[in-house]
């Protein structure tokens, strides 16, 4: 008698969510490990372009057209000509996790040779616990083959649930547009295997193009902002996320896991279009960074949307002296809110 496979983990708990302005070939790559699962594909751009995906997977997908049809005056909060317009699709999944990947990111090996499986090292890392309250020298102790190291307090072994998966990329790195000039050939060729929580109240620049997130927990926050075009700033939509997602996860005592897994990143984008659109973010994020390293939430805000919104307010308040911009990004951080909670009613708190 043959063993029947086990069921992908997840499998009807997780979508897929995918930005991209063209064919979707890539996913041939990932067929192993895609196929079982839900795709969510937010087409950018040009509307009317027919966007192909290869036979076998379950998806659907959306256009501008379909965004404006379905959150009718608040798809403003939606950016248009920028990856940013992932968030979409975190919007209108009705699952559980969201998996976001980038169409220029293809399965990595491990040192070994092996293919790796990324969606199951996210799940793995969303499924265990986080450690942000005290850091273990020996990194995730909820791996295998791993504990918390003498000394570490016994009263915060718990750990606290996992919010957001991090993972990293080998070959082209997450640059910014100064260090790809000045280093155009550099690639990241080190696997190191590792998983480790990110301290309570310290911040990180989050990638989204290899990122796993629990959409209960923290859903409503992962908001890519305004970006592209029509914006004076591109480049910037999940690291916006990942700073306000942080500090709200910090408060609402959540976990932020980075490290494995790892994708291979296969193209590197042009350098001086990237300049043009990180300019004023470059400068910007000098006043931004230590906005969020001093925000503050107060008790009354103990749901993700109360937290949201405050910080809203907060960023249109402090930041808003720094650029109109960011009182026009607080709206539509507001907006976006009220969008999430009309398409999630069941949630909206």
Same mark, same amino acid.
């Given at each position: 008698?043959?063993? !029947?496979?086990?069921?992908?983990?997840?499998?009807?708990?997780?979508?897929?969510?995918?930005?991209?302005?063209?064919?979707?070939?890539?996913?041939?790559?990932?067929?192993?490990?895609?196929?079982?699962?839900?795709?969510?594909?937010?087409?950018?751009?040009?509307?009317?372009?027919?966007?192909?995906?290869?036979?076998?997977?379950?998806?659907?997908? $959306?256009?501008?057209?379909?965004?404006?049809?379905?959150?009718?005056?608040?798809?403003?909060?939606?950016?248009?000509?920028?990856?940013?317009?992932?968030?979409?699709?975190?919007?209108?999944?009705?699952?559980?996790?969201?998996?976001?990947?980038?169409?220029?990111?293809?399965?990595?090996?491990?040192?070994?040779?092996?293919?790796?499986?990324?969606?199951?090292?996210?799940?793995?890392?969303?499924?265990?616990?986080?450690?942000?309250?005290?850091?273990?020298?020996? $990194?995730?102790?909820?791996?295998?083959? !791993?504990?918390?190291?003498?000394?570490?307090?016994?009263?915060?072994?718990?750990?606290?649930?996992?919010?957001?998966?991090?993972?990293? #990329?080998?070959?082209?790195?997450?640059?910014?547009?100064?260090?790809?000039?000045?280093?155009?050939?550099?690639?990241?060729?080190?696997?190191?295997?590792?998983?480790?929580?990110?301290?309570?109240? !310290?911040?990180?620049?989050?990638?989204?193009?290899?990122?796993?997130?629990?959409?209960?927990?923290?859903?409503?926050?992962?908001?890519?902002?305004?970006?592209?075009?029509?914006?004076?700033?591109?480049?910037?939509?999940?690291?916006?996320?990942? #700073?306000?997602?942080?500090?709200?996860?910090?408060?609402?005592?959540?976990?932020?896991?980075?490290?494995?897994?790892?994708?291979?990143?296969?193209?590197?984008?042009?350098?001086?279009?990237?300049?043009?659109?990180?300019?004023?973010?470059?400068?910007?994020?000098?006043?931004?960074?230590?906005?969020?390293?001093?925000?503050?939430?107060?008790?009354?805000?103990? !749901?993700?949307?109360?937290?949201?919104?405050?910080?809203?307010?907060?960023?249109?308040?402090?930041?808003?002296?720094?650029?109109?911009?960011?009182?026009?990004?607080?709206?539509?951080?507001?907006? #976006?809110?009220?969008? #999430?909670?009309?398409?999630?009613?069941?949630?909206?708190?």
């Amino acid at each position: 008698m043959t063993a !029947t496979a086990p069921p992908p983990p997840l499998k009807d708990d997780l979508d897929i969510v995918i930005p991209t302005i063209r064919n979707l070939d890539f996913l041939e790559m990932w067929r192993p490990f895609f196929q079982p699962y839900h795709l969510i594909i937010v087409q950018d751009g040009d509307p009317s372009k027919t966007i192909k995906v290869p036979d076998g997977f379950d998806y659907e997908l $959306y256009n501008r057209n379909d965004i404006n049809k379905i959150l009718g005056p608040k798809a403003s909060c939606i950016s248009f000509k920028d990856s940013a317009c992932r968030c979409f699709g975190y919007m209108v999944s009705k699952k559980k996790y969201i998996y976001t990947i980038d169409d220029d990111c293809f399965v990595a090996k491990d040192p070994s040779g092996k293919d790796i499986n990324a969606l199951e090292q996210h799940i793995k890392n969303l499924l265990s616990p986080s450690t942000p309250h005290f850091f273990n020298t020996l $990194y995730d102790p909820f791996r295998e083959g !791993t504990d918390f190291v003498r000394g570490y307090p016994f009263s915060l072994r718990e750990g606290v649930p996992t919010a957001v998966s991090h993972g990293l #990329w080998l070959n082209i790195p997450d640059y910014d547009a100064p260090t790809q000039l000045v280093k155009p050939l550099e690639r990241n060729t080190r696997y190191v295997d590792v998983v480790l929580t990110i301290p309570k109240g !310290t911040l990180f620049p989050m990638c989204g193009m290899n990122l796993g997130f629990d959409r209960d927990l923290i859903g409503p926050a992962m908001y890519f902002g305004l970006m592209g075009d029509g914006q004076p700033i591109g480049r910037y939509d999940d690291m916006w996320a990942g #700073w306000c997602t942080k500090v709200i996860c910090d408060h609402l005592g959540l976990g932020v896991k980075t490290g494995l897994p790892y994708i291979w990143h296969s193209k590197a984008s042009n350098p001086f279009v990237n300049l043009k659109k990180e300019y004023k973010g470059i400068f910007w994020q000098e006043e931004i960074i230590p906005f969020f390293q001093s925000a503050t939430l107060s008790k009354d805000s103990t !749901t993700v949307q109360k937290c949201y919104l405050e910080l809203a307010k907060q960023v249109r308040e402090k930041l808003g002296e720094v650029d109109p911009y960011f009182v026009k990004l607080a709206d539509a951080m507001e907006t #976006w809110i009220e969008a #999430w909670d009309e398409l999630n009613p069941a949630k909206a708190k």
